[in-house]
């Protein structure tokens, strides 16, 4: 079950990275001024959010289950996950970068609901989603990363 839920944890990164740029993409005309499909706008947030969250759930599940979250911290104790970059990433710096990422997302997507005129919106929206990615980012153990690399995609 572990497994599945790591292969579900990992595919449903790039559903998220997919609706943030859309959103962001979104936003960045709607900032321009040009006509933008408002409730496309909030459909898109809506389910990034969505996907978010679940992605969170199951990453949380993860990290009390697992080897690398809290089972790490008890077996090394936090001076001794601090010390092993691997252990520090994946239970510490992943998780809270993830928790802020998401955070943020659920700010601009609560954001995006206000009465505010659209420009406004757009704009404030915007940076929250636009941070929420540079975390995202940041939070990825992408295959380049030495030391906390993973594959792209399950199975691989």
């Known amino acids: 079950m572990y497994t599945g839920l790591l292969h579900l944890h990992n595919i449903l990164r790039w559903v998220i990275l997919l609706f943030l740029v859309i959103a962001l993409i979104r936003h960045l005309t709607g ?4 006509k933008t499909f408002t409730t496309g706008d909030s459909k898109t947030g809506l389910f990034l959010m969505i996907t978010a969250h679940i992605t969170f759930l199951v990453g949380i599940y993860q990290w009390f289950a697992g080897d690398w979250g ?3 911290i008890q077996e090394l104790g ?3 996950v601090m010390k092993d ?3 520090r990433f994946f239970a510490i710096e992943h998780f809270i970068g993830m928790l802020l990422a998401i955070i943020l997302i659920t700010i601009g997507r609560g954001i995006s609901k206000k009465n505010f005129p ?3 919106r757009h704009r404030r929206s915007f940076w929250y989603y636009f941070i929420a990615l540079i975390l995202i980012l940041a939070s990825i153990p992408w295959p380049f990363r030495e030391g906390v690399a993973r594959p792209l995609f ?3």
């Not at 900032?31 to 040009?34: A, V």
């Open 70 to 72: 809290l089972k790490k």
């Open 31 to 34: 900032m321009t001024g040009k």
């Open 154 to 156: 399950p199975g691989m």
């Open 118 to 120: 659209d420009i406004v």
């Open 78 to 80: 936090m001076s001794g």
């Open 85 to 87: 970059p691997y252990s």
